[in-house]
Protein backbone atom coordinates (compact mmCIF):
# COMPACT_ATOMS: atom_id res chain seq x y z
CA UNK A 1 0.00 0.00 0.00
CA UNK A 2 1.61 3.50 -0.99
CA UNK A 3 2.72 5.57 2.07
CA UNK A 4 -0.07 8.58 1.02
CA UNK A 5 -2.78 6.21 0.87
CA UNK A 6 -2.03 4.47 4.62
CA UNK A 7 -1.30 7.61 6.17
CA UNK A 8 -4.85 9.21 4.82
CA UNK A 9 -6.60 6.36 6.00
CA UNK A 10 -5.21 6.87 9.29
CA UNK A 11 -6.44 10.62 9.20
CA UNK A 12 -9.90 9.44 7.84
CA UNK A 13 -10.05 7.33 11.20
CA UNK A 14 -9.56 9.80 13.20
CA UNK A 15 -12.10 11.94 11.71
CA UNK A 16 -14.45 9.14 12.32
CA UNK A 17 -13.64 8.21 16.03
CA UNK A 18 -13.43 11.98 16.93
CA UNK A 19 -17.46 12.49 14.95
CA UNK A 20 -18.38 9.42 16.82
CA UNK A 21 -17.27 10.61 19.78
CA UNK A 22 -19.26 13.93 19.31
CA UNK A 23 -21.95 12.32 18.14
CA UNK A 24 -22.39 10.03 21.44
CA UNK A 25 -23.13 13.05 23.70
CA UNK A 26 -25.26 10.45 26.60
CA UNK A 27 -24.49 7.43 24.77
CA UNK A 28 -28.27 7.07 23.51
CA UNK A 29 -28.07 9.35 20.13
CA UNK A 30 -27.79 7.91 16.88
CA UNK A 31 -24.41 7.16 15.34
CA UNK A 32 -24.66 9.44 13.06
CA UNK A 33 -26.07 12.87 14.89
CA UNK A 34 -26.83 15.40 13.41
CA UNK A 35 -27.10 19.09 14.41
CA UNK A 36 -29.10 22.37 14.04
CA UNK A 37 -29.23 25.82 15.04
CA UNK A 38 -31.53 28.45 14.89
CA UNK A 39 -30.97 32.12 15.40
CA UNK A 40 -33.77 34.07 18.23
CA UNK A 41 -34.45 35.27 20.92
CA UNK A 42 -36.55 32.38 22.71
CA UNK A 43 -34.52 30.45 25.81
CA UNK A 44 -33.82 27.57 23.63
CA UNK A 45 -32.45 29.87 20.71
CA UNK A 46 -28.85 30.56 19.74
CA UNK A 47 -27.32 26.92 20.77
CA UNK A 48 -26.31 24.08 18.61
CA UNK A 49 -29.07 21.31 19.36
CA UNK A 50 -29.27 17.59 18.52
CA UNK A 51 -31.64 16.70 16.07
CA UNK A 52 -34.31 14.05 17.27
CA UNK A 53 -33.03 14.33 20.78
CA UNK A 54 -33.68 10.94 22.44
CA UNK A 55 -34.00 13.59 25.81
CA UNK A 56 -36.13 16.33 24.30
CA UNK A 57 -37.51 17.23 27.65
CA UNK A 58 -34.01 17.67 28.85
CA UNK A 59 -33.45 20.84 26.13
CA UNK A 60 -30.01 19.73 25.39
CA UNK A 61 -27.55 22.21 24.38
CA UNK A 62 -24.27 21.88 22.60
CA UNK A 63 -22.32 24.49 24.65
CA UNK A 64 -23.06 27.97 25.05
CA UNK A 65 -24.90 30.67 23.30
CA UNK A 66 -23.63 31.37 20.27
CA UNK A 67 -25.92 34.42 18.64
CA UNK A 68 -24.69 36.77 21.55
CA UNK A 69 -21.92 38.19 18.45
CA UNK A 70 -21.73 37.76 14.71
CA UNK A 71 -18.37 35.62 15.33
CA UNK A 72 -20.58 33.34 17.71
CA UNK A 73 -23.45 33.26 15.04
CA UNK A 74 -21.03 32.33 12.24
CA UNK A 75 -18.96 29.90 14.43
CA UNK A 76 -22.01 28.14 15.12
CA UNK A 77 -22.91 28.18 11.51
CA UNK A 78 -19.83 26.40 10.36
CA UNK A 79 -20.48 23.93 13.34
CA UNK A 80 -23.74 22.81 12.49
CA UNK A 81 -22.00 22.27 8.79
CA UNK A 82 -19.60 20.08 9.64
CA UNK A 83 -21.82 17.99 12.44
CA UNK A 84 -20.83 13.80 12.79
CA UNK A 85 -23.23 12.86 10.52
CA UNK A 86 -21.76 15.32 7.55
CA UNK A 87 -18.77 14.13 8.97
CA UNK A 88 -19.51 10.56 8.46
CA UNK A 89 -20.47 11.06 5.16
CA UNK A 90 -17.13 12.40 3.89
CA UNK A 91 -14.99 10.10 5.51
CA UNK A 92 -17.03 7.36 3.77
CA UNK A 93 -16.87 9.02 0.15
CA UNK A 94 -13.38 9.11 0.40
CA UNK A 95 -13.03 5.76 1.97
CA UNK A 96 -14.64 4.91 -1.39
CA UNK A 97 -11.91 6.92 -3.37
CA UNK A 98 -9.07 5.35 -1.56
CA UNK A 99 -10.70 1.67 -2.58
CA UNK A 100 -11.30 2.94 -5.85
CA UNK A 101 -7.72 3.73 -6.51
CA UNK A 102 -5.96 0.80 -4.91
CA UNK A 103 -8.72 -1.46 -7.17
CA UNK A 104 -7.58 -0.08 -10.55
CA UNK A 105 -8.11 -2.24 -12.93
CA UNK A 106 -6.84 -2.25 -16.42
CA UNK A 107 -9.43 -3.46 -17.79
CA UNK A 108 -11.82 -0.53 -16.93
CA UNK A 109 -9.67 2.93 -17.07
CA UNK A 110 -12.77 4.75 -16.92
CA UNK A 111 -13.17 3.91 -13.50
CA UNK A 112 -9.32 4.92 -12.59
CA UNK A 113 -8.66 7.84 -9.78
CA UNK A 114 -5.54 9.22 -10.42
CA UNK A 115 -2.91 9.74 -7.88
CA UNK A 116 -3.32 13.00 -8.07
CA UNK A 117 -6.81 12.95 -6.46
CA UNK A 118 -5.64 11.27 -3.76
CA UNK A 119 -2.91 14.35 -3.06
CA UNK A 120 -6.09 16.26 -3.42
CA UNK A 121 -7.39 14.31 -0.53
CA UNK A 122 -5.03 14.13 1.80
CA UNK A 123 -3.97 18.16 0.89
CA UNK A 124 -6.68 19.32 3.66
CA UNK A 125 -4.70 17.44 6.30
CA UNK A 126 -1.03 18.58 5.71
CA UNK A 127 -0.79 20.45 9.18
CA UNK A 128 -1.06 17.14 10.54
CA UNK A 129 1.70 15.02 11.76
CA UNK A 130 3.20 13.46 9.03
CA UNK A 131 1.63 14.94 5.84
CA UNK A 132 4.46 15.12 3.20
CA UNK A 133 5.49 17.96 1.22
CA UNK A 134 6.29 15.41 -1.87
CA UNK A 135 2.63 14.72 -1.29
CA UNK A 136 1.40 18.61 -2.10
CA UNK A 137 -0.12 18.53 -5.57
Known amino acids: MDELVRWLGEQLDADEQAARKAANVCGCHPLAASWAFRDGDEPTDGRILVVDDPHPQRKRKISRRWNATYDGLF ?7 HDPARVLREVEAKRRILTAYENYDQ ?13 LLALPYEGRPGYREQWRP
Open 75 to 81: MAEHIVR
Open 107 to 119: DAPELDVPYSVIQ
